[in-house]
């Protein structure tokens, strides 16, 4: 079992339509959990963090956080073409007390059709 | 700007060549790792140190060898390049301690030849 996993898409939503992005992951210890957008050719950019349940809004972006299913998403709303991008799913691994260690999923490919 | 730098941006080399990659970081973290993203798009992190001191050495050819002359830097050298080094290597920092986010710096596209 990967330890973050994410459908690899292609995720195709319409123009203004709210696009929700999953995650699920394996270690019940985690306690962090990013999503980063990655535009093609570019580096990896956070956009939401989120580390207890329920729901953290951000703009257009709503981060959900379930530990009990070890569940995690991302929703877009009024999505924009400038949001066809991937994104990656990513939560702090074991151990390491000193530096966080982010074990990320291998991303969703999101594209905005208009 | 505050930011993440890396230098080069793109490295385009002969097999059995030796290349270095540097890293700077000025948004006052403790902690820079390494990553290495490859053609399949998978971002895996490759090491970690905390205010110079390795802390995280994941299963990496030891032909990878970091350095870290402050908490500010962090180098990495290659030996020996081989075609399978061919990658996106990005540079990372943070706070220490598990919930502080990472932040990426440009990438650096490496190509052995």
């Known amino acids: 079992q990967k330890e973050v996993e994410q459908n690899s898409g292609p995720l195709s939503v319409p123009e203004g339509a709210i696009a929700s992005l999953n995650c699920t992951y394996s270690?019940?210890?985690?306690?962090?959990f990013f999503w980063y957008r990655q535009y093609s050719g570019k580096s990896p950019e956070l956009i939401m963090s989120i580390y207890s349940n329920g729901d953290k809004e951000d703009g257009r972006f709503t981060a959900q956080l379930n530990k009990a299913s070890q569940y995690v998403s991302l929703l877009i709303r009024d999505s924009q073409p400038s949001d066809s991008a991937t994104y990656l799913c990513?939560?702090?691994?074991?151990?390491?007390?000193?530096?966080?260690?982010?074990?990320f999923g291998s991303g969703t490919r999101l594209s905005i059709r208009p | 700007d505050t930011a993440v730098s890396q230098t080069p941006k793109y490295l385009v080399t002969q097999m059995g060549n030796d290349k270095s990659i540097k890293c700077e970081q000025n948004l006052g973290h403790d902690t820079m790792y390494w990553y290495k993203q490859d053609s399949k798009k998978f971002l895996k992190i490759m090491f970690s140190?905390?205010?110079?001191?390795?802390?995280i050495n994941e299963t990496v050819p030891n032909r990878f060898s970091p350095k870290s002359p402050d908490k500010a830097h962090l180098n990495l050298h290659i030996n020996s390049l081989e075609l399978g080094d061919s990658a996106v290597y990005f540079c990372?920092?943070?706070?220490?301690?598990?919930?502080?986010?990472?932040?990426f710096g440009p990438g650096t596209r490496l190509t052995v030849t």
């Open positions: 140190y905390n205010n110079k001191e390795l802390i």
């Open positions: 270690d019940r210890g985690s306690q962090s």
């Open positions: 990372a920092s943070s706070l220490s301690g598990g919930a502080y986010e990472q932040y």
């Open positions: 990513a939560v702090n691994g074991k151990g390491y007390s000193s530096a966080s260690k982010i074990i």
